[in-house]
């Protein structure tokens, strides 16, 4: 059973880039899309995109010039990096799994616990 | 972008009771809606997928039901454990994906 961890600092500066990481233990992560999923305070769930193998993402048109996700074969790992912040990007951090069932299935079936991230000078 | 919208946003339930949780989209989804729960300090669980198909493990108590842009959740009776935040998402016509505000499921 895979299992995912996120990691970073919590507390990152208003203007900085906030950068994470998603550890991913129990299996490789070839083959499967990787998510990163926030919630703000009392808010919903919102997408942030997901990476396919190398080079291959897709972001929220909302974040997209603000958003960097990447993948490390060799560590099992996913990130993300969140530039530019504001007080607004403070959230709850996820990494996710989608569903390794074809299109047009897009739900995602493992999830980290998340991460908190703080945006405060 | 496709706007989910949860209500209530409260459900006071007794335990034992039934609960029913609504999830509308604001166009057609068809059936390509999602349910989770999430409890705090934990990872959301996905419950549900294809508007109505129980995820591996989830108990019979969850059902889903509905296409097109109207989706229900219900928990025939509710276990101490079932008290928790549900969270609907479409994954119709995307980017983005989108997730309804949640519903919280609280003990009455």
């Known amino acids: 059973q895979m299992q995912l961890q996120e990691s970073g600092p919590g507390l990152v500066k208003p203007s900085e880039t906030l950068s994470l990481t998603c550890s991913v233990s129990?299996?490789?992560?070839?083959?499967?899309?990787w998510n990163w999923i926030r919630q703000p305070p009392g808010k919903g769930l919102e997408w942030i995109g997901y990476?396919?193998?190398?080079?291959?993402?897709n972001y929220n048109p909302s974040l997209k010039s603000r958003v960097t996700i990447s993948v490390d074969t060799s560590k099992n790992q996913v990130s993300l990096k969140l530039s530019s912040v504001t007080a607004a990007d403070a959230a709850l951090y996820y990494c996710?799994?989608?569903?390794?069932?074809?299109?047009?299935?897009?739900?995602?079936?493992?999830w980290g616990k998340g991460t908190t991230v703080t945006v405060s000078s | 972008e496709i706007v989910m919208t949860q209500s209530p946003a409260t459900l006071s339930v007794s335990p034992g009771e039934r609960a029913t949780l609504s999830c509308r989209a604001s166009?057609?989804?068809?059936?390509?809606l999602a349910w989770y729960q999430q409890k705090p300090g934990q990872a959301p669980r996905l419950l549900i997928y294809?508007?109505?198909t129980r995820a591996t493990g989830i108990p019979a108590r969850f059902s889903g039901n509905g296409s097109g842009t109207e989706f229900t959740l219900t928990i025939s009776s509710l276990q101490s454990e079932d008290f928790a935040v549900y969270s609907c998402?479409?994954?119709?016509?995307?980017?983005?994906?989108?997730f309804g505000g949640g519903t919280k499921v609280e003990i009455k």
């Open positions: 996710a799994r989608r569903t390794a069932r074809g299109f047009p299935y897009y739900y995602m079936d493992v």
């Open positions: 129990g299996g490789s992560i070839a083959t499967y899309f």
């Open positions: 990476i396919y193998d190398i080079g291959r993402a």
């Open positions: 166009q057609s989804v068809s059936s390509n």
């Open positions: 294809g508007a109505s």
């Open positions: 998402q479409h994954y119709n016509n995307w980017p983005p994906l989108t």
